[in-house]
Structure formats: C-alpha cells, structure tokens
C-alpha cells in the first residue's frame, strides 16, 4: 500500500473542500479540521491535495499513467 495522505491540522481551515471531492467517503471534518476515517477507503486521487487551498493535505505518491 502506498502512504496515506498527510494532513497537517494546524493548515487545515475548515473549509470542507476536500471532503466534498472525496468520492471516496474517506475524509470527515471533526472539530473544523479534516481528517481521514478509514485508509483503506482512499482511492488515491490526490483530488483533496488538489482542492486544499491551504496545502493542509499532502499525498506522499503520485498517479502515473502509462500510454500504450
């Protein structure tokens, strides 16, 4: 399994982005700040990364797509 998304609460400011582009359901907002209920539920989209407007979501991988 690749790393999980890392989220640095202290980034984080409630504004619930990410949890909207999540198709996954695995982000939840607890007391304003993002966080991730169940890993195994990520599809690894970066899309939350991608909406954060704070950069509180980092995702330690990358999509590679191969042409053929």
Do not use: R
């Not at 907002?29 to 990364?49: A, F, K, L, R, Y």
């Not at 704070?54 to 999509?63: D, K, L, P, R």
């Amino acid at each position: 399994m690749a790393d999980m998304p890392v989220i640095a609460p202290e980034k984080c400011n409630g504004c619930g982005l990410c949890v909207s582009v999540c198709y996954c359901h695995a982000l939840i907002m607890v007391d304003n700040i993002v966080t991730i209920i169940e890993i195994e539920d990520c599809g690894w989209c970066t899309q939350c990364e991608a909406v954060c407007p704070t950069g509180a979501i980092s995702c330690a991988f990358e999509i590679v797509i191969e042409e053929h």
